[in-house]
């Protein structure tokens, strides 16, 4: 089990930038599968950043260039740094993580944390 809480949201000018924090209950060292993810008013949850299958790092074209997922794992968080943001990226952005226990996938949600840019 993990508990995950996001913090670092807010409202911000578009063009600004934001860092978002996403803080574990438990060692993350072990946890591969972590990431992010947004909901927007009326929109379906999608991933914006994430850690996959071999620590590699995946970002959709909506965000590249502009969002970087890290790590710290002696601090137990993950971290999404937003750059060059836009109001579509306007949303409520959660923290994932998906951890194996006893041979099955659970995933794991913050309650998550809400970005607003204005333009």
Known sequence: QVQLVE??????QAGGSLRLSCA??????????????RQAPGKQRELVAGFTSG????????????FTISRDNAKNTVFLQMNSLK???????????????SFTLKDYWGQGTQVTVSS
């Open 7 to 12: 913090s670092g949201g807010g409202l911000v």
């Open 55 to 66: 620590s590699s790092t995946h970002y959709p074209d909506s965000v590249k260039g502009r």
């Open 24 to 37: 574990a209950s438990r060692s993350i060292a072990g946890i591969n599968d972590m990431g992010w993810y």
């Open 87 to 101: 109001a579509e990226d306007t949303g409520v952005y959660y923290c994932y993580a998906r951890v194996l226990t």
